[in-house]
């Protein structure tokens, strides 16, 4: 609830539901899915996350995943990276779980569901409706970070920070509350695929 609350106190958007996965969760999604395939354009080795991946297209295990999903060190961005990297990840979840291989064949779309609803927590009020077009809109999102002024912004008492670009996150804010097409230079990508 404070999570929420802070959300739409700092950017004026209302949060009508939410979805959330934890780590343990994700392995045994990803697992029921038979893998998820990612695309990467370099090799991938941090020993904090366990990831050990080489580059370009290949199947990931939930360990794997979950390895991914957890690294930053292998990045100058670390923590920035780290979220486009989730971003990407989740696309390419919900890309396998709406595949044909996985939703038309009860021996994987029974047991990958119920692992899936057992994995993932909700806010009151969310119904199966409410998750299913979740997930067609996630087939395909766009996403990206709050437009950033300083990666590494030093606190006083927390170590580094990260510092929005006050006049860009308003504007990137604002164009999601009047529902306008978000200008290009608002949008980071990803390296993953």
């Not at 899915?33 to 370099?42: E, F, T, Y």
């Not at 990958?112 to 998750?131: H, R």
């Not at 970070?145 to 912004?153: K, Q, S």
Request: a negative charge.
């Amino acid at each position: 609830a404070l999570l929420i609350k802070t959300v739409e106190s700092v950017t004026g958007l209302q949060i009508n539901h939410y979805m959330g996965i934890g780590f343990g969760g994700l392995v045994d999604v990803v697992n029921q899915a038979g893998g998820v395939r990612i695309c990467l354009p370099a090799p991938l080795t941090d020993s904090d996350s366990g990831v050990n991946l080489k580059a370009g297209c290949q199947n990931l295990s939930g360990t794997q995943a979950l390895a991914f999903v957890r690294d930053r060190h292998s990045f100058a961005t670390e923590d920035l990276q780290r979220e486009e990297d989730q971003r990407a990840f989740l696309k390419a979840l919900m890309s396998k779980a709406l595949s044909p291989s996985v939703y038309l064949n009860p021996f994987v779309a029974y047991p990958f569901a119920s692992t899936a609803a057992s994995s993932i927590s909700v806010d009151k009020g969310t119904s199966l409706y409410d998750l299913f077009q979740a997930g067609m809109a996630l087939q395909n999102p766009e996403t990206t970070t709050v437009p950033i002024a300083n990666a590494n912004f030093p606190t006083s008492n927390a170590g580094d920070a990260v510092e929005w670009d006050r006049s860009q996150a308003l504007e990137l804010f604002n164009d999601l509350a009047q529902d306008k097409p978000v200008p290009k230079s608002l949008i980071s990508g990803t390296k993953v695929g």
